[in-house]
């Protein structure tokens, strides 16, 4: 798989003349060729966000056998850890990774890219060398903020290592519904009964 030379307007462009299923297709179709010419070292990286559960959903329709990692920091609420356990309790295939540095607890307030770098870049080195990724999937769109406008469906930034966008060029709405949609769904198929499961899966259904 290689980096897309495509300019993210054109992209944009062709992502934005698509109708609802067709890109669902398209991305679904990046992940395939992607999870065909990479296998187990392809990996989801997933935040547990709402763009997240997308790029979660859309891989595991690819293959049952994709894995995915998730990454912590001390800052996280309790009811967003829980839900995380309950998540890898659910999802065996993910795994957590969190920074060992406990010392640095308010590094945020003096040095935001400090932070950063141990929080969050440091554990996604540890996941991606864990799992021996030469591509790794993410939840990642242009629409999210300034620094993210330059994105593309596939970028080689890191050598022996690619990183694949599938919905980098979708809208908010999209992703919004899309998203809640499983999140509903997945959050009552671990703590609801079957029948509440059916009745969400129905509406589902009958709404689009």
């Known amino acids: 798989m290689k980096e897309i030379t495509t300019t993210s307007e054109e992209v944009f462009e062709l992502v934005n003349g698509l109708t609802l299923n067709q890109k669902i297709d398209r991305s679904l179709d990046l992940i395939d060729e992607a999870y065909t010419e990479y296998g187990d070292n392809l990996v989801v990286a997933n935040s547990l966000g709402k763009d997240s559960c997308v790029i979660w959903d859309l891989a595991k329709q690819v293959s ?3 894995k995915g990692f998730i990454v912590t920091t001390p800052f ?3 009811e967003t850890k829980q839900y995380m356990r309950d998540f890898v309790e659910h999802y065996p295939e993910s795994k957590v990774f969190e920074s060992d540095n406990k010392t640095e607890t308010n590094l945020y307030e003096t040095d935001p890219n400090g932070c950063c770098e141990i929080f969050k870049v440091e554990p996604t080195r540890n996941a991606l060398e864990y799992f021996d990724a030469n591509c790794w999937v993410t939840g990642l769109r242009c629409t999210e903020g300034r620094t993210r406008t330059d994105y593309r469906e596939i970028e080689s930034r890191d050598k022996g ?3 694949l966008n599938p919905i980098t060029k979708e809208v908010d709405w999209l992703v919004n519904v899309a998203s809640t ?3 509903t769904i ?3 198929s671990m703590h609801t009964t079957s029948l509440m499961k059916s009745m969400v899966l129905w509406i589902h259904s009958h709404s689009n």
């Open 64 to 66: 049952s056998n994709i």
């Open 186 to 188: 997945m959050v009552l």
């Open 181 to 183: 949609l499983f999140m």
């Open 161 to 163: 290592l690619i990183k």
């Open 76 to 78: 996280k609420p309790k």
